[in-house]
């Protein structure tokens, strides 16, 4: 590659934790502890954000707010939320590790990207005491990134562009229209367009179908259908500049990308 300088990954739904799976039972039980059930889908929506501002959004939905209100006798305020955040962590890091498990593809094409020369760059909004648990697991299956930047490393998360910002001069890039940012969540994407990138949205194993792969292949060829069309949609309504399936489809877009730059063309 002689344009395409870095690949920036999610990884929830990305590159590990197929369906984007492990905030989702923590959230649940978090919100249960505190006598304000949520649902899985109510749990999903502003999936991809740092995790405070996830759970600020969570408890700004109007049912959530009113059912808080009706437990607590306040509509939730900074230090509810606060007191959300601190039993959430614990539970969201305790069963990080166990969904570690590199999305099939992953591996292979994140190693023809450095073949290529491609530095693999990953942001994420996981705090470092969460992803420290995944790290590990991922690496042993092949997938290790060059640099990994955090909610908590810069002032604000996504959908702003700061970590990609911190991740370029770590990968040693200067033009962030020769990077391309690759996420399962509307809000990573407009994370990768604030910055300036390329995005590529991955439609089936993350967040918008949010089942494990035995569940998906296993679905009725007209449900899926109805889904992917879906998580293709809302993906390409936030912006995103191409949608594949998994990471596993990456490597021609990226082909098709480094064409476009050599033709002087612009995110």
Known sequence: ???????????????VDYGSRAPMGAFVETFDEFGVPISIDEARGPMGMAKRPHIAALMALPRVAKAWEARYGHVPDDADIDAVYDVFVPKNVAVAAQYS???????????????DGVRIGS??????????????????????????????????????????Y????QLGVWLARDA??????????????????????VAVSGNAFGMTEEQVHALPLDEYTRRREAAVERLRAAGAHYVIDSVADLLPVVSEIESRLARGERP
């Open 180 to 201: 391309i940012k690759v996420d399962d969540t509307e809000v990573g994407i407009e994370e990768g367009l604030n910055g300036g990138t390329w995005a590529v949205g």
């Open 123 to 164: 942001t994420t909004g996981y705090t470092r005491e969460i992803i420290d648990q995944i790290v590990p697991g991922a690496a042993a299956q092949g997938f290790q990134a060059d640099s990994i930047v955090c909610t908590g490393d810069t002032p604000e998360g996504r959908p702003s562009p700061y970590m990609i």
């Open 101 to 115: 498990n590199v999305i099939p593809g992953v591996a292979a094409v994140t190693a023809a990207l450095r073949a």
């Open 166 to 169: 911190r991740t370029l001069p």
């Open 1 to 15: 590659m002689k344009h395409v300088k870095a690949v920036i990954f999610d990884w929830a739904g990305t590159v």
